[in-house]
């Protein structure tokens, strides 16, 4: 008998709604629970709820920024984050604050790599 592992939660941040759904129909089908925020303050708000196993995090947002919503997950949590970015060079900031990611994904996203990224880093 196999048993079926958990379902793997992956909370997406981002104000590009159409990426967020465009992530939510890649990741679903490959056995991830996909939840989705549309700025930093829903993004934090899920984030305590749901206790992800992942995060995928855009840096620029209108209401919070992902380094401020970084800093905020960072207090209480060393998840596993994916900086979402169309300008690589502002990944440097976060170095910089010397806060801990796995990684970034430069837009516009290449959806293999992110399959394989989550899968190296949280499994299926």
Known sequence: IKLESPQKKVLIIDDEEGMCKALYSLL???NYKVFLAFNGRMGLESFKELKPDIVLLDL????ID?????????KTSNVPVII???????????H???LKIEGYIEKPLNFLTIL???KFLIGE
């Open 96 to 98: 910089v604050a010397d």
């Open 66 to 74: 992902g380094l401020e919503v970084l800093k905020i997950i960072r």
């Open 28 to 30: 679903v089908p490959h």
């Open 116 to 118: 394989n990224t989550l």
């Open 84 to 94: 979402i970015t169309a300008h690589p060079e502002d990944v440097s900031e976060i």
């Open 60 to 63: 620029n947002m209108p209401d």
